[in-house]
């Protein structure tokens, strides 16, 4: 491939590690805003004596669900992550690799 195409193609994957990272952390925080919210309204309905019971159990089944359905999309969010990682061109590279082909300088 020519130099253009790979950065076009450095770019596209860079806003998909993007997207992939922002899936991840959005889910999380709409998970903590959907479940404080239902716990609003599981919390009145527990107030009241004749729906106490089943209030509880539509709360327990209800944050089990979300939990696990927010849990689903930040795993396949992590997972086009960790597929974006694997296409790069460097994803391979040691981290301290550009330290070591600089020589080292003695400090005066």
């Known amino acids: 491939m020519n130099d253009q195409s790979n950065q076009q193609r450095n770019w596209w994957l860079g806003v998909l590690d993007m997207a992939a990272e922002g899936a991840v952390h959005g889910a999380l925080k709409l998970e903590r805003v959907h479940l404080a919210i239902a716990d609003e309204s599981f919390g009145i309905l527990e107030r009241i004596p004749v729906t106490r019971p089943w209030a509880r159990v539509v709360r327990t089944s209800h944050h089990g669900l979300s939990r696990l359905c927010y849990g689903a999309v930040r795993v396949s969010a ?13 994803a391979f590279r040691p981290l301290d690799q550009d330290q070591d082909q600089q020589p080292s300088r003695a400090i005066d």
């Not at 597929?83 to 061109?89: K, T, Y």
């Open 78 to 90: 992590q997972g086009v992550g960790y597929a974006v990682s694997a296409l790069s061109p460097d």
